[in-house]
C-alpha cells in the first residue's frame, strides 16, 4: 500500500491552525488516521496510506478553510472535523453526521465540545437555544457510530408525572417519548430517522427516566441527563453515581428554569457547587450570546436576565 507523501500548499494562518497549539491538532490528526503530517513551509505534507491520506486531507482542507475565512480553529473543530471525515470514510453511514450540524457556532459551543471530549463527567449550563442537548447528543451519537461506546443512553426527569409513568398507555418507549421529543428530534436530525430506528431496535439507543437509572452500572456508555434541573439533590447523586468503566456522562439544564415543587431542591445547582474543580468533571456555562435559535431567542433571554438583576437588587 502506498506510503507517497502528499503536499497540500497552505496559507501561513491555515498552516498554523492545522498545527495547532504545540502540535495538538495535527497530532489529534495523526492519531485519527495513522498518518505523519509536516509542515515543511508553504502547506503540509501528510505522510500514509491511501485511506488515512484522504481522510487526514478532508480535515486538514476543513480546517484551513476556517482558518483562511479568520475564524479562529480550535480543538473542538477538529475533532469535528475528523469525525465527520471518519463518516465520509465509510466508517459510518455518510449521513451520521451531517456536515456543519454539529460544527460549533460560537466560542461557548467549542468550549462545551471540547469539554465534552476531553471529561468523563461533564456539565452544560444555560438558556435554551444554546445548543446544550443537541451537540450532546451529537457527540454520543458520534461516539457509538466510531465503536468508541456501546450504548447512547439518554435519561430525564418526568417531572409532569411526578415520575410515576404507569397511567399513561404503551410500554416504556410510548409512555417517556413525549418528554423526549426535542432528543429525539436532535438523533433524528443526526443520524436519519431509519439509522435511529436500526439503533433503537438494537437496543443500542436507549431512554429512560431517571427513576429506571436505580441500581444500574452504566458501563461504556454515552450518558445525557436532560433537563436536569428538575432532578433532586437525591436523584443527581443516584444517577451521577451509575458511571462504570468506559463511560462518559453529560449533564444539561438551565439552573434558572426548575420545574419542581421545591425549587432549591435542584439538584443541578448543587451537584456544579460541589463538583467543579474535581478532577474529570468539566462545566460549561452558556450565556445570551450563545443562543443560535431565532435572534428574537437572544433578545427575549436577555430580557428575563435583565429582570431577574433588577429582582435581586430590590
Not at 441500581?215 to 456508555?221: I, V
Not at 451509575?242 to 434558572?256: I, N, S
Amino acid at each position: 500500500m502506498s506510503r507517497t507523501p502528499e503536499f497540500l500548499p497552505l496559507s501561513a494562518a491555515a498552516v498554523r491552525a492545522v498545527s495547532g497549539p504545540n502540535g495538538r491538532h495535527a497530532a489529534l490528526i495523526e492519531d485519527a488516521f495513522k498518518v505523519l503530517i509536516e509542515t515543511p513551509g508553504g502547506g503540509v505534507t501528510i505522510t500514509g496510506d491511501v485511506k488515512g491520506r484522504s481522510s487526514a486531507k478532508r480535515v486538514i482542507v476543513a480546517l484551513a478553510d476556517r482558518a483562511d475565512a479568520e475564524d479562529e480553529v480550535v480543538e473542538a473543530d477538529v475533532r469535528v472535523a475528523v469525525g465527520e471525515a471518519h463518516s465520509a470514510g465509510g466508517q459510518a453511514s455518510p449521513r451520521a453526521v451531517r456536515k456543519g450540524s454539529v460544527s460549533p457556532k460560537t466560542k461557548g459551543q467549542a468550549r462545551y465540545m471540547e469539554a465534552m471530549a476531553s471529561h468523563p463527567l461533564c456539565f452544560g449550563l444555560g438558556p435554551a437555544g444554546t445548543g446544550k442537548t443537541f451537540l450532546a447528543v451529537a457527540q454520543g451519537a458520534g461516539m457509538l457510530l466510531r465503536g468508541e461506546v456501546d450504548r447512547l443512553i439518554v435519561t430525564r426527569p418526568a417531572v409532569e408525572a411526578g415520575e410515576k409513568l404507569g397511567f399513561l398507555p404503551g410500554d416504556l418507549n410510548e409512555k417517556v417519548d413525549p418528554y423526549m421529543a426535542p432528543v429525539w428530534e436532535a438523533l433524528t436530525d443526526i443520524m436519519g430517522a431509519d439509522q435511529l430506528r436500526r439503533r433503537r431496535e438494537k437496543l443500542e439507543i436507549e431512554v429512560a427516566p431517571i427513576a429506571f437509572m436505580r441500581g444500574r452500572t452504566l458501563a461504556h456508555a454515552f450518558v445525557i441527563v436532560d433537563e436536569a434541573q428538575n432532578c433532586s439533590r437525591l436523584q443527581m447523586k443516584m444517577v451521577l453515581t451509575r458511571l462504570g468503566e468506559g463511560a462518559r456522562m453529560v449533564v444539561t439544564g438551565d439552573p434558572t428554569q426548575v420545574d419542581l415543587l421545591n425549587p432549591r431542591d435542584s439538584g443541578l445547582a448543587h451537584a456544579v457547587s460541589i463538583l467543579e474543580g474535581v478532577e474529570g468533571v468539566a462545566v460549561s456555562r452558556f450565556t445570551s450570546a450563545d443562543v443560535v435559535r431565532h435572534p428574537l431567542v437572544e433578545r427575549i433571554v436577555k430580557a428575563y436576565d435583565a429582570d431577574a438583576l433588577q429582582t435581586t437588587t430590590r
